[in-house]
């Protein structure tokens, strides 16, 4: 006896095709999912270089110095609270003294110039009131030498500083002619520097906004 098989042509048909063409379109499909999440990979650096490149290239460094100058610790800006008295008192002794000092010899003079204005802003009333000192006293062409010596650098409040330091004047034969005392308030900004010229000159980027002095009995 024969026996009769059942043909469904339609299921047949299915069959074959997925068979044929099935794992194309699972291939496929992979495919799609890795390619979406490559894209999506490839975005993320992008804006990952994007935002690196916004970042400032340069980083400040503050340098720590003992009674004589010398230069004891260096550490990142971002390591150091912008309020560290140690540093600034530093900055304002460094500041008066050479703003004080005369010397004969022209290119130490000129030197001590640039590190007073190194702390100055043509944006503050103190940039204006050194420039008119300088005018109406200029330090070259004295027969004079003028040594200072600060004493006290004390923080009033917040941004206000009160300077002490008295100026021994010397004439050219060496001897000590007169011994002053003197007084100043200064008011002080800081502004982190983001130029490289301006982080090798004022690292912390302490400027003096205002000063006023004058002699004291002290």
């Known amino acids: ?35 979406l999440i490559s894209t999506f990979i490839a975005l993320l650096a992008v804006i990952g270089v994007i935002w690196i490149g916004s970042q400032s290239k340069f980083i400040p460094y503050v340098v720590e110095v003992d009674k004589l100058g010398q230069g004891v610790a260096i550490s990142p800006a971002s390591q150091v609270k912008s309020y560290d008295e140690k540093v600034i008192k530093f900055s304002l002794a460094e500041f008066i003294s050479n703003f004080r000092s005369i010397y004969p010899d022209k290119e130490i003079q000129k030197k001590y110039i640039l590190n007073v204005y190194k702390y100055l802003s043509n944006s503050f009333p103190a940039y204006t009131i050194i420039n008119q000192h300088y005018k109406n006293s200029s330090p070259f062409g004295q ?76």
């Open 143 to 218: 027969n004079q030498t003028i040594q200072v010596e600060i004493s006290t650098v004390l923080n009033m409040q917040n941004d206000a500083w009160q300077v002490d330091w008295s100026e021994s004047s010397f004439d050219a034969m060496g001897n000590l002619v007169s011994k002053e005392n003197y007084r100043a308030l200064i008011h002080i900004v800081i502004i982190p520097p983001t130029q490289e010229s301006l982080i090798i000159k004022n690292p912390l980027g302490i400027y003096i906004k205002d000063i006023s002095f004058q002699k004291s009995l002290k």
């Open 1 to 35: 006896m024969n026996e009769t098989k059942n043909i469904n042509p339609y299921l047949d048909a299915r069959r074959e095709w997925n068979e044929r063409y099935g794992d194309y379109i699972a291939q496929a499909s992979n495919w799609r999912l890795v390619a």
